[in-house]
């Protein structure tokens, strides 16, 4: 043995002492992998939570403005809201996800093929469809509203843009680009994200949708535009999204059970319990459902509603990295603990 080896290695009440393994140095508190995260978490910067919140705000406005038109309730005041912010929101997402991967070059990469089994493929190819899609509809609202003056392009868009075919085909892609974030995250070996595989997508398009329908329901409020029947459907829509949104992370909760414990602790839970779930769900939920509508509170509503979408990304984000960074909840996650148990509930 050399004299280095000799060094390192003690005796202490017959029990051989030695920093390379936990099990023989009763020293170390941790038991599992030296204290070592046995993956990398995900080093995504603030612009991915912002991401997927307008990814959602897109999606769920093209789904209520396209599900409108098909049953026939036509809303200038609407139709405009909802296009500008398809357009908007399609232009700032590929920023943000182009701005996080820190070289331009990466996106173009991800373009050069189609990965049906990859989410960042999908999502990728689904932006750049529905972004498309958007910008012409965008562009038509442009040529109807005259922002692009009395000319012979915008009668030619006008003619040349079936603004309801477009809205149909853009419809499936915007719902794939607020589905997919959760996919996104799932598709991972972090405990907290894998868990709730089935769930994850889900919660996120229903968090999208509310989000969504609070943003047009404070656009029409604050300009004192659209009729008094869209108003009267978007708080409909936004009492229901709002339940369902509900009951979809108390699901996700049981679905994580104490691979979920991150979302509490002391750095994440003013995030997820004040934010994601009191400011934007309790809140409004009280707002909503209390007393007669008025447009003060419907204002208050939705801007806690659109907090409260913004808060449940970052603190999901935030507790993914906790997750990550634990050894014990990886090797119990991997070990096969995490399956479905006879006294679980999902």
């Not at 005041?77 to 943000?96: D, E, N, Q």
């Not at 079936?162 to 959760?182: D, I, K, Q």
């Not at 907290?192 to 595989?197: C, G, K, P, S």
């Not at 449940?312 to 906790?322: D, T, V």
């Amino acid at each position: 043995m050399s004299e280095a080896t000799r060094e390192s290695v003690q005796q202490s009440n017959g029990k051989v002492e030695t920093s390379h393994h936990p099990q023989t140095d009763p020293k170390r508190n941790d038991k599992h992998y030296y204290g070592i995260p046995p993956i990398k978490h995900a080093h995504w910067t603030w612009q991915i939570p912002v991401y997927f919140w307008i990814g959602g705000i897109g999606a769920g406005t093209q789904l209520f403005s396209t599900v409108a038109q098909l049953l026939g309730h036509e809303d200038a005041a609407l139709k405009r809201a909802s296009r500008y912010t398809v357009l908007v929101t399609m232009i700032l997402s590929p920023i943000l996800l182009i701005w996080d991967l820190g070289r331009p070059e990466r996106f173009y990469n991800m373009m050069r093929i189609l990965k049906l089994r990859s989410p960042m493929s999908t999502q990728s190819w689904s932006l750049l469809t529905f972004g498309n899609l958007g910008g012409l509809l965008a562009a038509r609202q442009a040529a109807e509203d005259g922002l692009l003056g009395r000319n012979a392009l915008s009668r030619l868009l006008l003619r040349l843009i079936p603004e309801r075919l477009l809205s149909v085909l853009a419809l499936p892609f915007g719902l794939f680009v607020g589905f997919n974030t959760g996919n996104l995250i799932s598709a991972t070996s972090v405990p907290l994200w894998a868990r709730n595989w089935a769930l994850m997508a889900p919660t996120f398009l229903a968090s999208g949708t509310s989000t969504a329908l609070s943003w047009l329901s404070l656009v029409l409020h604050l300009t004192r535009s659209g009729e008094a029947k869209t108003l009267r459907a978007l708080h409909r829509a936004e009492k229901a999204t709002i339940v369902i949104e509900a009951g979809l992370i108390a699901v996700s909760l049981v679905r994580m059970s104490r691979w979920g414990k991150p979302l509490f602790s002391k750095s994440v839970a003013p995030l997820f319990v004040g934010g994601a779930l009191v400011a934007g769900i309790v809140a409004p939920f009280a707002l909503l459902f209390s007393g007669r509508e008025t447009r003060g509170k419907n204002i208050l509503s939705s801007l806690l509603v659109l907090a409260g979408g913004l808060a449940f990304r970052f603190s999901l984000i935030k507790a993914g990295r906790i997750s990550a960074d634990d050894p014990e909840a990886y090797f119990t996650f991997a070990s096969g603990e995490s399956a479905p148990q006879p006294e679980d509930k999902v």
